[in-house]
Each structure stands twice: as structure tokens, then as C-alpha cells.
């Protein structure tokens, strides 16, 4: 069974760009959450995706954007990077938006680091 | 009052000390739990879910109070490498179908 990938595992960009995160699912799951992890901090749900429509948001402002496939698989795209957005990227993969009794399955995460 | 909160600690700890850490959430609806144990750079993974019941799992209990509304992580014989954060997790409710995550309790064994 293929787990959850993301890519890149590392990124360093600078105030102002723009970033492209990608996550592939698990197999056989159609839903994805994205959350963001700064250091010290647990992590804070930005969006879910549910058969390609967004299923809900955190507290995130519009330059957080999101797609799912058709494959379930996903980007995460921010705009107008600012330092504060440096931390690790979760992807999390289940099985149905009201699959609430097994827990996520995490990608390994990616790294941006905003100089 | 924050939707999960937890003692960041650190709980600093001596090898085959017990340890129990508490979280509280604020959503009387919240139907699912879970703990999480995050190695340093490293993804969260899940350890167990928490049952109303309690379960056990090897050196690890978890229990769930409704009443009070907060859960608990019961780790004995603590061994060098349960030396990690423990995130806990709220699963939906009251509508909503997103789970909320802890800050997460620090923890270091030493020998």
C-alpha cells in the first residue's frame, strides 16, 4: 500500500514569491487536509479536500490556495510568501470526510524556509 | 479557551518512570480522539485512538473523561526512546469534519 508522499521535501524561498507544494494520497483515500506545523507548535488545519471541492478552511488568508485531481492527489500554493509562512507543510491523507474513527495518515512533510 | 489544550512541558523524566499527560478540548460534540507521537523533524503519526472505554496498548494507556472533557496518555516503564512530542488529537463534531491538533507535550526519558 503506497503512503502518502509529498515533494519538495525541502524549500527556501524568498518574501514575495510564489510556491507550489504537491502531495500525493494514500491509496484508496479521496480526502486530503493540509496543515501548517511552526516550530514549537502543533499543527493548524488550512484546507481539506473532498472529491476535488474544498470541504472546509482554517483560519488562513485567500493567498493559501488549494487543488485536488481527479487521482486525489493535491497542491498547496501560497502567494505573496512572507517570513512568517516558514514551517513544515503537512499533507494528511483518509478515506471519506466523515472517516473520523482512524486517523490521518501524514506525508513526511515539506520544509519552506522564507529568507 | 483554545478548542485543545496541552502542556507543552517538558516532561523530563527518568527511564522506566511512569508519565501521563492531559489534554482538555472545549467541544462537548467531538466524537473521535487521538494521540500522536511527533519525532524531531518528522511527521506526526498516529499512536492510538481513544476509545470511551479507555484501551491499553502495551505500555500505553489512553482514556477519555466526557464529562470533563479531556483525554489522558498513560506511558509506563518509559523507555529512551519514547522520547518525542505527543499531539492530541479532537476529531469532529457539531458538524464540523475536521480535527484539531494540540500544540503538543514535550517528553524526554533519560537514562
Known amino acids: 500500500e503506497t503512503g502518502v508522499t509529498q515533494s519538495p521535501t525541502h524549500l527556501i524561498k524568498t518574501r514575495g514569491q510564489q510556491v507550489t507544494l504537491r502531495c500525493s494520497s494514500q491509496s484508496g483515500h479521496n480526502t486530503v487536509s493540509w496543515y501548517q506545523q511552526a516550530l514549537g507548535q502543533g499543527p493548524q488545519f488550512i484546507f481539506q479536500y473532498y472529491r476535488e471541492e474544498e470541504n472546509g478552511r482554517g483560519n488562513f488568508p485567500p493567498r493559501f490556495s488549494g487543488l485536488q485531481f481527479p487521482n486525489y492527489s493535491s497542491e498547496l500554493n501560497v502567494n505573496a510568501l512572507e517570513l512568517d509562512d516558514s514551517a513544515l507543510y503537512l499533507c494528511a491523507s483518509s478515506l471519506g470526510q466523515r472517516d473520523t474513527n482512524a486517523g490521518y495518515t501524514f506525508g513526511s512533510g515539506t520544509r519552506l524556509t522564507v529568507v | 479557551r483554545k478548542e485543545v489544550e496541552q502542556d507543552p512541558g517538558p516532561f523530563n523524566v527518568p527511564e522506566g518512570a511512569t508519565v501521563a499527560f492531559n489534554c482538555t478540548y472545549s467541544n462537548s460534540a467531538s466524537q473521535s480522539f487521538f494521540w500522536y507521537r511527533q519525532d524531531c523533524r518528522k511527521e506526526p503519526k498516529l499512536l492510538m485512538s481513544v476509545y470511551s472505554s479507555g484501551n491499553e496498548d502495551g505500555r500505553f494507556t489512553a482514556q477519555l473523561n466526557r464529562a470533563s472533557q479531556y483525554i489522558s496518555l498513560l506511558i509506563r516503564d518509559s523507555k529512551l526512546s519514547d522520547s518525542a512530542t505527543y499531539l492530541c488529537?479532537?476529531?469532529?463534531?457539531?458538524?464540523?469534519?475536521?480535527?484539531?491538533f494540540g500544540r503538543g507535550t514535550s517528553l524526554i526519558v533519560h537514562p
Open positions: 488529537v479532537v476529531g469532529p463534531g457539531g458538524g464540523s469534519y475536521i480535527p484539531t
